[in-house]
């Protein structure tokens, strides 16, 4: 069974998803948004594919969180507070892999902080 692709930006701003979707479509990318409930949204490919599911931005203040849940070189990355945003690729679409990184690291582009997990990690 495959499982899904997680991938978590944490950046300094309150991140503007659509924004950031609608610059990817404008660059290329062949995809269609959704609302999927207060804040997060799913994105879909060109024949109807949930590729991505972006889940709704938290605020995270408690010092020591980021450490706990992603380690402690992710943690010394970045400064609180941060906006955490998880980011789920399908499973068994490659093609979901690539767009949830690419939209983590637009996002991390424009509103600073870090993704993970880190590119030589992967």
């Known amino acids: 069974m495959a499982l899904t692709s997680d991938v978590v930006a944490l950046v300094r701003n ?4 659509p924004t950031v979707v609608e610059g990817m479509i404008a660059f290329g990318e062949a995809l269609r948004m959704r609302e999927a409930g207060p804040g997060a949204r799913h994105l879909y490919d060109s024949e ?22 992603l380690g402690p070189q992710m943690a010394d990355r ?12 399908a499973a068994g679409l490659p093609e979901a892999r690539r767009v949830a990184r690419r939209f983590a690291d637009d996002l991390v582009h424009w509103q ?3 993704v993970w997990p880190p590119v030589e990690s992967r």
Do not use: F, K, M, Q
């Open 112 to 114: 600073g902080g870090a």
């Open 14 to 17: 309150e991140p503007d998803i």
């Open 48 to 69: 109807g594919r949930l590729l991505v599911s972006i889940e709704a931005p938290e605020l995270v203040r408690v010092p020591g969180e980021v450490a706990r849940l």
């Open 78 to 89: 970045v400064r609180l507070p941060v906006w955490w945003v998880e980011i789920r690729a």
